[in-house]
């Protein structure tokens, strides 16, 4: 009986290991799919068109009457939508592994505020860029601040998503993934 009982229990051992390996390998792949879709060349484009927005709004803020190449910034707009869509639709279709954490709904969620900002915000101060109206700083200054407003969400998303990849990591001891820092 002991003999029988000391196979079980290794038998049952080995197989919770083994299933382990495989809840880790399976993490590690989600978590790996999730950083490929958020960072890279979708996250490289949409931070271009944030500085480039931000390079114009600097240079018309020291002199409003500069002339601003608002056809350069919509295009790099449309691309930094595009990167955002593509990094949605790499994340829409993950199955969600860890419905405790949400990892994936959390990316998403920040994924639909930038979309949000580059459809609204964004097209909005362009608009005012490419006015020749008489109140077009005011009008700017007013586009500006409603993106302003919307900081403190934008942080809160932000830090949202990456508490729940530190715990995602955490829960599954997952190292460093390509490209990130540990600090």
Avoid: W
């Amino acid at each position: 009986m002991q003999k029988y009982l000391l196979l079980f229990l290794f038998t049952a051992t080995f197989l919770f290991a083994c299933d382990q390996k495989a809840d880790t390998a399976k993490a590690n792949q989600f978590a790996t799919q999730i950083h490929d879709a958020t960072t890279g060349s979708n996250k490289a484009i949409q931070q271009a068109f944030i500085d480039k927005m931000t390079e114009t709004l600097k240079a018309v803020k020291q002199d409003n009457a500069i002339k601003v190449d608002t056809r350069t910034l919509r295009q790099s707009l449309n691309d930094a939508i595009q990167a955002n869509h593509k990094s949605f639709v790499a994340l829409n279709g993950l199955t969600e592994i860890d419905n405790s954490i949400q990892l994936k709904e959390k990316a998403i969620a920040e994924n639909r505020l930038f979309l949000s900002l580059y459809e609204h915000e964004f097209i909005t101060i362009i608009d005012a860029l490419e006015s020749d109206a008489p109140g077009k700083m005011a009008t700017l200054d007013k586009c500006i601040s409603a993106f302003s407003s919307r900081e403190k969400e934008i942080r809160a998303t932000q830090r949202t998503a990456q508490e729940a990849a530190a715990d995602f990591e955490q829960k599954y001891n997952i190292g460093n993934l390509p490209g990130e820092d540990k600090k």
